[in-house]
């Protein structure tokens, strides 16, 4: 696979893993067997892997870690900090708030490095930006951590441009995490033009729109009771009857083009400009294969422009969140 920069200090495969739902979120998954996933993640070439303190809380970092330290030299580790965890409560209960006083930041990168059992942590992101500091504050501490040798390139996740122009200022940033797929383009507005103009990566998480541009989920039902994907207004039962009539458009495309949903929506990802580095979530080892093999897919200009106007996000019912999450994105 042809590799991507990110920032200048990261050059990573084209489609890296997103470990989130092996934790946390989406039901979560058998030890054994994620570690066999992510194993096997490079071994057919991925080698940039995305986690978070607040997945599990913690559990995700100890799994990434321990499933990849025999290989760790070869392969990117992002991970993030931001939210207020509490003692108490599971899952997403536990996320309190938002915390990124420096000293939080500096002690949460300690905690992490230990967790990850690594000496450096690739990919340092701010989750979510916290109203109550300045952006310049907080990547100073994150700045601080990589003249240390304990980070090697900073993120941010979920930010206005302005933002990133103020944290760029401070200290080079590598890449923006947010949202993105043929049913999120928010980031087209901004972002991307100044993603360009830095020299900034911007990795998509939820490229496959969290599951429902596979073509696979049609009932909440289909999901596990404890499944966060249930709270959300895309997965209620109305919204999930309209939205799969839109992807049968983007299966009628993918049949065409001999391909699956999942891979012609991450192709599409793809296209959109070669700073892009899409993270989709993978549990079984024949998605993560299936979605490893979309960067090969070659799509025209034309085919493209089809495929998302077909699939346009005007034409999706149900918001990406609920409105007390949205509160916190495009900080």
Not at 44 to 53: C, H, K, M, P, Y
Not at 73 to 93: P, R, W, Y
Not at 244 to 252: G, P, S
């Amino acid at each position: 696979m042809q590799k991507r920069k990110l920032g200048t200090e990261l050059t990573v495969s084209p489609i890296g893993l997103g470990c989130m739902g092996m934790s946390f979120a989406y039901g979560g998954q058998e030890e054994a067997e994620a570690i066999r996933t992510l194993r096997h993640a490079v071994d057919i070439g991925v080698d940039f892997f995305d986690t978070a303190e607040v997945y599990g809380p913690f559990d995700n970092e100890i799994l990434v870690g321990k499933a990849l330290k025999a290989v760790r030299d070869h392969v990117t580790i992002a991970t993030k900090f931001g939210f207020k965890i509490s003692e108490q409560g599971s899952g997403t209960e536990r996320m309190i708030g938002v915390d990124s006083r420096p000293e939080h930041v500096k002690a949460v990168a300690e905690a992490s490095l230990r967790r990850l059992d690594t000496d450096v942590i690739d990919l340092f992101y701010q989750h979510r930006v916290d109203p109550n500091v300045a952006i310049e504050d907080t990547v100073g501490a994150m700045a601080e951590l990589v003249k240390q040798g304990k980070v090697r390139a900073l993120g941010l996740s979920e930010v206005s441009a302005a933002t990133l122009r103020r944290a760029h200022a401070v200290h080079p940033i590598a890449a923006v995490q947010s949202e993105y797929s043929l049913w999120s383009r928010d980031p087209e507005e901004e972002i991307f033009e100044v993603c360009r103009e830095l020299g900034v990566g911007f990795v998509p998480y939820s490229p496959l729109g969290r599951g429902l541009l596979t073509g696979t989920i049609n009932k909440p039902e289909q999901l596990g009771a404890d499944d966060w994907r249930r709270t959300l207004p895309r997965f209620q039962p109305e919204a999930l009857d309209a939205n799969a009539k839109v992807v049968d458009v983007l299966e009628r495309f993918a049949k065409e083009k001999g391909v699956t949903a999942a891979q012609l929506a991450l192709a599409w990802v793809l296209h959109q400009g070669d700073f892009i580095v899409p993270i989709p979530g993978a549990r079984k080892i024949h998605h993560l294969e299936q979605n490893t093999a979309a960067a090969a897919i070659a799509l025209t200009a034309a085919e493209a422009a089809e495929i998302g106007d077909a699939l346009s996000p005007e034409k999706v019912v149900g918001k990406r969140y609920t409105e007390e999450a949205l509160a916190l994105v495009n900080g």
